[in-house]
């Protein structure tokens, strides 16, 4: 378990960690023989590693695996949070209306499903099956939003950009910056968004000047397109980044095994996620607090209700003992007469003052 921890905080840092247990997983039982936040890190390992579920054995049986994985991924699956965090930076010259800029990913996988045709999973670019998610990250390098994935031989980036629906979430002073296979359907997306009541324009959307039949494009032109590539090839780092922490989403490791694709998209919603969260706290120096680091200690355990039951109870008889304690000292001030009080304070008056005297005598022996 501590080599689990140690890759964890490695890859992601103690923040994000502290996030998917809390938040993500939360003090729920999960089936298996481990420490409830032990299956919680073991799940979040599953991601990070890119280990498929069989290659899991010498940490926990797969049989074991599975009722873990089945209920947290898929019984749970309505249930886990799905957020992300957007800041705010600067762009290069000539492109600082951009805000967000979409592209798609292309995911290596086996993908196990007898009702599916396996020819409708082809990707060129990966040369086998795949799974395409189209991303959209903002200028901070946060993913702000994520379509469901698709496979790679029927979702093309212009359909599937258009079945996100980023109308209902943009602002309408928003700029996308997006590649050639989007612009054909920018259109269409203005056409569907003031159907619905929002109003977009050729100005929320910047992307490369197409080269027109039988005519060169200028030099301007051609200077715009490659410093708008340039800029651009940010989003696709994203990706980089993401396979670096999350070995799941490796196109260079093996190909993941799955048998919905519904549920390869949560896991990657997941990491997206937790990657926003790690480059949160990188980019703005977020002080690791202690609780954050409790998960990385041996031993710790979520509370369960016993533990707070207990805890409760304990701090209720700690709140008694000072009530108790209190009452009794007020009620003996209020029974005191005038008399007492007097004799009390004649009585700190001279121990004071005999206080005073030793104190004297000390100082001038000394002298």
Same mark, same amino acid.
């Given at each position: 378990?501590?080599?689990i921890?140690?890759?964890?905080?490695?890859?992601?840092?103690?923040?994000?960690?502290?996030?998917?247990?809390?938040?993500?997983?939360?003090?729920?039982?999960?089936?298996?023989?481990y420490r409830?936040?032990?299956?919680?890190?073991?799940?979040?390992?599953?991601?990070?590693?890119?280990?498929?579920?069989?290659?899991?054995?010498?940490?926990?049986?797969?049989?074991?695996?599975?009722?873990?994985?089945?209920?947290?991924?898929?019984? =749970?699956?309505?249930?886990?949070?799905?957020?992300? /965090?957007?800041?705010?930076?600067? =762009?290069?010259?000539?492109?600082?209306?951009?805000?967000?800029? *979409?592209?798609g990913?292309? !995911?290596? *996988?086996?993908?196990?499903?007898?009702?599916?045709?396996?020819s409708?999973?082809?990707?060129?670019? @990966?040369?086998?099956?795949? /799974?395409?998610?189209?991303?959209?990250?903002?200028?901070?390098?946060?993913?702000?939003y994520?379509?469901?994935?698709?496979?790679?031989?029927?979702?093309?980036?212009?359909?599937?950009?258009?079945?996100?629906?980023?109308?209902?979430?943009?602002? !309408?002073?928003?700029?996308?910056?997006m590649?050639?296979?989007?612009?054909?359907?920018?259109?269409?997306?203005? %056409?569907?968004?003031?159907e619905?009541?929002?109003?977009? !324009?050729?100005?929320?959307?910047?992307?490369?000047? +197409?080269? %027109? $039949?039988?005519?060169?494009?200028?030099?301007?032109?051609?200077?715009?397109?490659?410093?708008? +590539?340039?800029? +651009?090839? &940010? *989003? #696709?780092? &994203?990706?980089?980044?993401?396979?670096?922490k999350?070995?799941?989403?490796?196109?260079?490791?093996?190909?993941?095994?799955? !048998?919905?694709?519904?549920?390869?998209?949560? &896991?990657?919603? $997941?990491?997206? /996620? @937790?990657?926003?969260?790690?480059n949160?706290?990188?980019?703005?120096?977020?002080?690791?607090?202690?609780?954050?680091?409790?998960?990385?200690?041996?031993?710790?355990?979520?509370?369960?209700?016993?533990?707070?039951?207990? @805890?409760?109870?304990?701090?209720?008889?700690?709140?008694?003992? &000072?009530?108790?304690?209190?009452?009794? /000292?007020?009620?003996?001030?209020?029974?005191?007469?005038?008399e007492? *009080?007097?004799?009390?304070? #004649?009585?700190?008056? #001279?121990?004071?003052?005999? @206080?005073?005297?030793? $104190?004297?005598?000390?100082?001038?022996?000394?002298?």
């Open positions: 378990m501590k080599d921890k140690n890759e964890l905080l490695e890859k992601l840092g103690y923040i994000p960690v502290y996030y998917f247990l809390t938040k993500l997983y939360t003090n729920r039982e999960y089936p298996g023989p409830r936040i032990e299956k919680g890190l073991i799940l979040l390992y599953h991601i990070v590693s890119g280990r498929s579920g069989p290659e899991m054995i010498n940490i926990i049986s797969y049989t074991s695996f599975y009722d873990l994985y089945k209920d947290f991924w898929i019984n =749970n699956y309505n249930n886990i949070n799905k957020q992300a /965090l957007a800041a705010n930076a600067y =762009n290069p010259n000539g492109f600082e209306n951009v805000t967000l800029y *979409i592209d990913h292309n !995911s290596k *996988i086996k993908y196990y499903n007898p009702n599916e045709s396996s409708g999973l082809y990707s060129y670019k @990966l040369k086998g099956p795949g /799974l395409r998610t189209q991303i959209v990250v903002d200028i901070n390098k946060s993913i702000l994520i379509s469901n994935s698709e496979n790679c031989a029927k979702g093309n980036d212009g359909t599937m950009f258009l079945n996100m629906k980023l109308y209902r979430n943009i602002n !309408s002073l928003d700029c996308i910056g590649d050639g296979g989007y612009n054909l359907f920018v259109g269409k997306f203005i %056409e569907n968004g003031i619905y009541g929002y109003n977009y !324009s050729q100005n929320n959307f910047v992307y490369p000047i +197409r080269k %027109e $039949v039988n005519k060169n494009l200028t030099v301007n032109e051609l200077n715009y397109n490659s410093k708008f +590539r340039s800029f +651009r090839s &940010q *989003i #696709e780092s &994203q990706f980089s980044v993401l396979a670096s999350f070995n799941r989403f490796n196109n260079n490791k093996a190909a993941l095994q799955m !048998s919905d694709k519904k549920y390869y998209n949560l &896991q990657f919603r $997941v990491a997206c /996620l @937790l990657k926003n969260i790690h949160f706290c990188e980019n703005y120096n977020i002080e690791v607090q202690p609780h954050h680091m409790a998960w990385y200690s041996d031993r710790f355990e979520f509370p369960t209700k016993i533990n707070k039951i207990n @805890l409760v109870f304990s701090n209720e008889q700690k709140v008694n003992k &000072q009530y108790n304690k209190m009452r009794e /000292l007020q009620a003996k001030i209020l029974n005191l007469n005038i007492d *009080i007097e004799k009390d304070t #004649e009585t700190n008056l #001279e121990n004071n003052e005999i @206080l005073t005297n030793d $104190v004297l005598k000390k100082r001038k022996r000394n002298q």
